[in-house]
């Protein structure tokens, strides 16, 4: 049975972001797996478009690539993680984090199954007019039916974000900064010493 190109394509597609998926987390360098993650947007992008969903693959390239992946590139590097001091005791907390994955993953498979199979709700059809256009049927669903989900998913970036800047602000030993109220209440007495030359005082003792 041959496939179609656009099964081949798929499965091409799907390889390639599961390959990148992995080593986003496996790869040491943090930059080369946001590099990967980058290639991670892209592969979903294309499958969107093979799956007729232009708006969605157009904002995943637009929004996380040209905006998230920059901004968290951007981040790793002003942060100067030191990666050594990461990653002691990486294997002392394997087994909890494959525990934790391992309860996500059961999590979101639930989920998913849960959607598929099962469901006696009907399927509500939309308007010609609205169905015809994938991006407006998605604004009505977004702002209507899943607007609660669309404010949390916002006030969790929020959180991200000022988590972020929280942490650029920290203090650094390797850097000198200006302390503004310990200069204003500087005092001659502390800055200026009267400081007597050996040579003077032996000078003088010879013309004595």
Known sequence: MMLEPKSILFYIFAAILIMAALRVITARNPVHAALFLV????????????LHAEFLAILLVLVYVGAVMVLFLFVVMMLDLDLDHLRKGFKQYMPVASLVGAVIVAE???????????????????????????????????????????EVAGIILLVAIISSVALTLRRRKDTKTQDIPDQIRTRKEDRVRMVTSMNADSSANKES
């Open 39 to 50: 290639l991670s947007f892209f592969t979903a992008a294309a499958i969107w478009m093979l």
């Open 108 to 150: 979101m498979a639930i989920v998913l199954i849960r959607g598929f199979i099962g469901t006696t709700q009907p399927i509500r059809n939309m308007d010609p007019e609205v169905a015809a256009n994938n991006t407006k049927a998605l604004g009505i669903l977004l702002y209507t039916e899943y607007l609660f989900s669309f």
